[in-house]
């Protein structure tokens, strides 16, 4: 692992708050291209241990979500439906994205670790925000990147709803 210069931390953060925009107003579609084919998106659970405040389950164990890319993309489908009830109306999102760090990997690839907050408005009365952290694997894919692994861990151990929005 290596650092990066500052002109690839800057397109990295770049992409990054593109993504966020995406998830702001709901391009789903434009937002899932930026995965590989191949891409894992994961949410493990947390676990409340003694002594062990960052702790969370094992690639095997609980998850909120685990997803490849088709079962993303069929939940984009889902939520473009009349189905997807916990989006009835739509919710208002505005993500935050912050603490940017980028490693240079081995095969053109980085590690790109970031601070998340998402603020989440539906109807009158429910507000919610979800606080945590990612850390992704990217790889190049022309002059820019593709997001080939999705980790999010939440600061929360209990999601306080229906989680019907992407992290």
């Excluded at 925009?21 to 894992?40: G, I, N, Q």
């Excluded at 993500?95 to 990997?105: D, I, K």
Aim: proline share 4%; net charge negative.
């Amino acid at each position: 692992m290596s650092m990066v210069d500052y002109q690839l931390q800057h397109r990295v953060e770049q992409f990054l708050y593109r993504e966020v925009r995406m998830l702001s107003e709901r391009r789903y579609e434009e937002w899932l291209a930026l995965f590989t084919d191949d891409a894992r998106y994961w949410m493990p659970a947390r676990e409340t241990v003694d002594g062990q405040p960052d702790a969370v389950a094992e690639a095997h164990e609980m998850a909120f979500f685990d997803d490849d890319k088709t079962f993303l993309a069929a939940r984009i489908e889902r939520l473009r439906s009349s189905l997807a009830h916990a989006e009835q109306p739509p919710s208002r999102l505005r993500y935050f994205v912050t603490n940017v760090e980028v490693e240079a990997q081995p095969n053109d690839e980085l590690d790109v670790y970031c601070n998340l907050l998402v603020y989440q408005s539906r109807l009158e009365r429910t507000e919610v925000s979800y606080m945590g952290r990612r850390e992704d694997r990217w790889c190049a894919s022309g002059d820019s990147w593709c997001i080939k692994r999705r980790k999010v861990i939440l600061d929360q151990t209990l999601v306080p709803r229906t989680l019907s929005i992407f992290l």
